[in-house]
């Protein structure tokens, strides 16, 4: 079964920084490319970056600079290294693993950049 577990989200003032963990749990994690999303309410779910198998990554022009994502494929986690925060930041962010056609999904971690 897999799993994906977040952590890491809290209250950071602008200007600070976070770095998210993602714990991926029953697949050959290496094997797999790794995204992160972002979600506030009424809106809909946003690719932040992902990181490929390889370890190519892409990211979203608002985060570019910003945002970094890493992987250790010994610990089957994927993180995001956030700098800079800003408000327009504040979201709920999940992690994504597309495993034989079907997409897996974690609970989220809030994220809140407020003074």
């Known amino acids: 079964q897999v799993q994906l577990v977040e952590s890491g989200g809290g209250l950071v003032q602008p200007g600070g920084s976070l770095r998210l963990s993602c714990a991926a749990s029953g697949i050959i994690f290496s094997i797999y490319n790794m995204a992160w999303y972002r979600q506030t309410p009424g809106k809909q779910r946003e690719l932040v970056g992902g990181?490929?198998?390889?370890?190519?990554?892409n990211y979203a022009d608002s985060v570019k600079g910003r945002f970094t994502i890493s992987r250790n494929n010994a610990k089957n986690t994927v993180y995001l290294q956030m700098i800079s925060l800003k408000p327009e930041d504040t979201a709920v962010y999940f992690c994504?693993?597309?495993?034989?056609?079907?997409?897996?999904w974690g609970q989220g971690t809030q994220v809140t950049v407020s003074s």
């Open positions: 994504n693993v597309k495993v034989s056609a079907r997409t897996y």
């Open positions: 990181m490929a198998s390889g370890g190519s990554t």
